[in-house]
């Protein structure tokens, strides 16, 4: 039987691979400690203390096919939280609701993406490093992927602007994730404007991934939507969002799309033939989810205490940089696997090496150089995990 070579140099995922790397080590705990895993970005905050009433209340509605593009009631939700936090009044015809952002952030590649840009292959620009999807989502339309670098030198976010134009003119897709996963950067509002102005001269679209949007050190982050209808070109983004992270929901698998009547009208289209829209309980805990601000400033404090932790902690380390926003630590490292080694043979500390996150290019993986840590844990097991993180690794080696 034969496999299809679009999906053949596709490296194995993250958790797999780290799982390998660390098989044959047992975890070196001090009496009384704990295994701490800080691999995956699975928040641990409470949830929403109306999230088991209202999905009690609505369990009937498991009897009814929910719609696909969302409830009116939750499109109405989505609706006024944009209005609130980002002062755009976005119609339900330019909204829908998805499974979580990573189905949407494929889907819309699906569905937006042409079978030629300029006469040529298209391409589908991905920051490096990167979340996957990205790039799983470049492979499947036949597009080609340019891993273009984030790293300290450009600010942790990739410079598309200094891309060759020759290159831009075939670009058909952009993706973009602000606060960044794994770095932590935000892009500010002369960055998106550069970028979608961009993007109108090129002629195509962003997709801006904002998940970690709610989550912050100084500022709320602005959003490539909001930019971009302020310039008078709503049409040039698509953004996405969803209650994991701002909502510390991320088994409610539920997320959002929004931009451009015409984009939005083509995801629906495909949505329509191969979606799976979200049981309708699930949708009266999103819509609810999305209409209350008090349990995101709750956990946003917990999460700006942390940053403090990891300052406190780290601050002095040559080539550290506090995050802006988002929940990781993207720390440098003379080698991410031998680091991620290191911390589970002598702490029980499991953090996901940087080059599982990211490709190589001309033989170099902007990730190889540091590992990501998830600020996931309560104020004190953070602390107690960054005090061991940098006995090991920085205290005792001088990485």
Request: net charge negative; hydrophobic share 45%.
């Amino acid at each position: 039987m034969a496999f299809p070579e679009r999906f053949s140099n596709l490296p194995d995922y993250a958790f797999p691979r780290l799982r390998a790397l660390l098989s044959d080590i047992e975890p070196g705990l001090a009496p009384g400690e704990s295994p701490m895993i800080l691999t995956i970005g699975e928040p641990r905050h409470p949830m929403p203390g109306f999230v088991a009433q209202v999905m009690a209340d609505s369990l009937p509605e498991l009897a009814k096919y929910p719609p696909n593009e969302g409830a009116p009631e939750l499109l109405s939700a989505i609706g006024g939280w944009l209005d609130r936090r980002y002062g755009l009044d976005v119609s339900p015809d330019r909204l829908m609701v998805l499974n979580g952002t990573r189905e949407g952030l494929f889907n819309a590649a699906l569905a937006l993406c042409p079978e030629t840009k300029a006469g040529q292959q298209p391409i589908v620009l991905v920051p490096n490093p990167f979340y996957q999807v990205y790039a799983v989502a470049a492979a499947a339309v036949q597009a080609q992927a340019l891993f273009v670098p984030a790293t300290p030198a450009t600010g942790n976010l990739p410079d598309y602007a200094g891309l060759d134009p020759a290159l831009l003119d075939r670009v058909a897709l952009a993706y973009l994730c602000s606060p960044a996963n794994p770095q932590g950067a935000v892009a500010d509002r002369e960055y998106l404007e550069t970028l979608v102005t961009l993007a109108e001269r090129h002629d195509f679209l962003i997709l801006a991934d904002e998940c970690y949007s709610e989550i912050w050190r100084d500022a709320p982050p602005p959003g490539a939507l909001q930019v971009a209808t302020a310039m008078g070109l709503p049409d040039r983004v698509v953004m996405f969002n969803s209650l994991s992270k701002r909502s510390n929901l991320p088994g409610l698998r539920s997320g959002f799309a929004a931009g451009g009547r015409a984009q939005i009208a083509q995801m629906r289209r495909l949505r329509n033939y191969a979606g799976a829209p979200l049981p309708l309980p699930v949708q009266r805990v999103s819509a609810a989810a999305w209409s209350d601000e008090d349990h995101v400033a709750a956990s946003l404090a917990l999460y700006q205490r942390k940053y403090h932790i990891a300052d406190e902690i780290l601050g002095d380390i040559p080539g550290y940089l506090p995050p802006e926003g988002g929940f990781f630590l993207w720390l440098p490292v003379a080698d991410g696997e031998q680091a991620a080694r290191t911390l589970w043979a002598q702490a029980g500390i499991q953090v996901l090496p940087g080059a599982y996150l990211s490709r190589d290019v001309d033989g170099i993986n902007p990730g190889a150089g540091f590992i990501r840590v998830a600020l996931v844990a309560d104020a004190d097991q953070t602390r107690a995990a960054l005090t061991r993180l940098r006995a090991v690794l920085y205290d005792e080696t001088g990485d």
